[in-house]
């Protein structure tokens, strides 16, 4: 059974960082393409990072671009976010989200979320 | 960044009823159009990818039709487990691959 398992989320004050972990199971994770999806509460779901199966591709929302830094570690089975510069804009639900590996591109699986709280 | 408009917002249907939710890509997007559905406190759900395949294990009420900018799903006769909030996905091309606002069936 494909299982997805974020942590890592709390609550942080604007400025300051948090790092996101996913661990994935029942399935060869070095193979797929991994995501991140955020929801602000009440909001709806907006796409913020992708990572390649190697690792060796990488693209970013603008939203985030320059703050956060998406990587994987294959021998773990574990897709990372770091955070930093925390905004209070960026309160929200985080998902992984792993890649349905056809085209076109889907997200099959999603983790049940991590909640980052950014407040003073 | 490519716009995807979702009609309606919401939506009141009962039991039974045939629901048609649309989504509009601000360009052509082919067939590069996902539908998922989401219940309160859950993760999203795929349902429909490549604007019309069935994802595994979803009913067979539910069905995605469209391609290029109109794209439409159904609900052949609502059940009580579809009351739920709706997304379209575009992943046409590079990122950012991005959703529709939604839309609540309630």
């Known amino acids: 059974e494909v299982q997805l398992v974020e942590s890592g989320g709390g609550f942080v004050q604007p400025g300051g960082s948090l790092r996101l972990s996913c661990v994935a199971s029942g399935f060869t994770f070095s193979t797929y393409e991994m995501n991140w999806v955020r929801q602000a509460p009440g909001k709806g779901l907006e796409w913020i990072s992708y990572i390649s199966d190697n690792g060796n591709s990488i693209h970013y929302a603008d939203s985030v671009k320059g703050r956060f830094t998406i990587s994987r570690d294959n021998a773990k089975n574990t897709l990372y976010l770091q955070m930093r510069s925390l905004r209070v804009d960026d309160t929200a639900l985080y998902y992984c989200?792993?890649?349905?590996?056809?085209?076109?591109?889907?997200?099959?699986?999603w983790g049940p979320g991590t909640l980052v709280a950014v407040s003073s | 960044d490519i716009q995807m408009t979702q009609s309606p917002s919401s939506l009141s249907a009962s039991v039974g009823d045939r629901v048609t939710i649309t989504c509009r890509a601000g360009?052509?997007?082919?067939?590069?159009l996902h539908w998922y559905q989401q219940k309160p406190g859950k993760a999203p759900r795929l349902l429909i990818y490549a604007a019309s395949l069935l994802q595994s294990g979803v009913p067979s009420r539910f069905s995605g039709s469209g391609s290029g900018t109109d794209f439409t799903l159904t609900i052949s006769s609502l059940q009580p487990e579809d009351f739920a909030t709706y997304y379209c996905q575009q992943t046409y091309t590079l990122p950012p691959w991005t959703f529709g606002q939604g839309t609540k069936v309630e």
């Open positions: 360009q052509s997007i082919s067939i590069f």
């Open positions: 989200a792993r890649d349905i590996n056809k085209i076109p591109r889907a997200f099959e699986y």
